[in-house]
């Protein structure tokens, strides 16, 4: 049995946005700058794209600018901001602890340029306090920043309280809506949100293309410099078959949004239940806001490395919260955040499974959990010292 169950770091291609992309892969190929009738089909297409993409979120299709993924979009996004406030004089910004990298290298980068950040901290239960960000907004604050939906722990964080105080107090906001968008409902102009970063291969749609929404009225910071595409937002052939299965996957999400979030957090729930029996383990983040395909766990006692790479062996791809995969000794700085001490942090698991997940795949990956977690506590001095009582439990 072979099961996916990291589908924050990716999706599957949907055939819906593989069958809207393949026109024009093979047949209408054509430059969507280009004057001529084969350049303006594709141009057609990545007009009919943008126009799909801003209903899904209740936006104008001239708000939508096409970029590369959630990355850039991010980036764009701050930086905007900041061009607008340094011009005005303002130059603090609003945050938090548990941004994407995106975001907070962002945001390092601009404070080694004269800017100051306030990183508002997280509660335990991975949700940020609204009232914080207010409290933490200045008379020269340009811009906050925070994210829709947590990528590590799943947690849904306060858009439309967050969004109301901003335009209330006339400051830019940001959300990073990269986990969000196909997953939960958005709706830009309730939420009172001034830019959304969003990538399409989180929601069934292809890698290397995403979409920023940047609000009517605000100038956006030109990223990328070279050509005039996207009405001169941001330079660029334009990647017309990326686009079109950006949108034809938004909108397919969007659709059955009700429908798999109810599947979804149905099989979400029996994980969670059959992992909180291990003992000593501890779910990251609100039991309850949180997003509907998200499992984030600690087990103590263990390395989540270890963890991952025995789980593969038996046919289940998931992730960690640590960022010891990628070659650093220091545990996630989400885990982090939420209090999580860094022995216990080290042995994270995040499970994230979509509307396909079966039963039978909950209860083999519950079971699958509870076998490696025994067998690594088996072999681990650490969980020894812990039941000898020469060290005490922290979960």
Not at 47 to 59: K, L, P, S, Y
Not at 83 to 112: F, M, Y
Not at 368 to 377: A, D, F, N
Request: negative net charge.
């Amino acid at each position: 049995m072979r099961i996916y169950a990291d589908n924050a770091a990716t999706t599957k291609l949907s055939k819906t946005a593989l069958n809207a992309m393949l026109p024009y892969l093979t047949e209408q190929y054509g430059n969507p700058s280009s004057l001529y009738s084969f350049g303006q089909k594709a141009k057609e297409a990545v007009e009919d794209a943008r126009m799909r993409t801003a209903r899904c979120i209740n936006a104008e299709a001239r708000e939508i600018i096409f970029t590369s993924g959630g990355s850039e979009s991010d980036n764009q996004a701050i930086l905007t901001a900041a061009e607008l406030g340094k011009a005005k004089g303002r130059r603090h910004i609003v945050s938090d602890t548990i941004e994407h990298h995106a975001v907070l290298h962002t945001l390092r980068k601009l404070e080694k340029d004269g800017f100051d950040v306030t990183y508002v901290p997280v509660g335990a239960n991975g949700i940020i306090n609204a009232s914080d960000i207010k409290a933490a907004i200045r008379d020269d604050t340009c811009l906050v920043t925070m994210m829709y939906a947590n990528n590590e722990i799943g947690t849904v964080q306060p858009v439309p309280e967050v969004g109301a105080i901003c335009r209330e107090r006339g400051i830019l906001f940001h959300t990073d809506a990269v986990q969000a968008a196909g997953h939960l409902p958005i709706d830009v102009l309730k939420d009172n949100i001034d830019m959304l970063s969003a990538s399409a291969h989180k929601f069934r749609g292809p890698k290397g293309v995403g979409f920023l929404y940047v609000r009517k009225g605000i100038r956006p910071y030109v990223l990328i410099e070279g050509g005039a595409q996207e009405r001169g937002r941001r330079a660029g052939t334009e990647n017309t078959a990326g686009i079109a299965g950006c949108a034809a996957a938004l909108c397919e999400a969007v659709s059955g949004m009700a429908e798999n979030a109810k599947k979804t957090t149905r099989m979400r729930d029996r994980i969670i239940k059959g992992l909180s029996e291990i003992p000593h383990s501890a779910l990251n983040g609100d039991r309850e806001k949180r997003l509907q395909g998200n499992v984030s766990f600690c087990f103590e006692g263990i390395e989540g490395e270890s963890l991952l790479l025995l789980l593969d062996d038996m046919g289940i791809s998931a992730s960690s919260g640590s960022a010891c995969t990628s070659g650093s000794l220091d545990p996630s700085h989400v885990l982090l955040a939420i209090g999580r001490v860094h022995d216990v942090a080290h042995g994270s698991l995040r499970l994230t499974i979509d509307e396909d997940l079966t039963e039978e795949e909950a209860d083999y990956i519950v079971s699958s959990v509870k076998e490696v977690v025994s067998r690594l506590r088996g072999f681990s001095p650490v969980w020894r010292e812990l039941c000898a009582g020469e060290r005490e439990f922290i979960l």
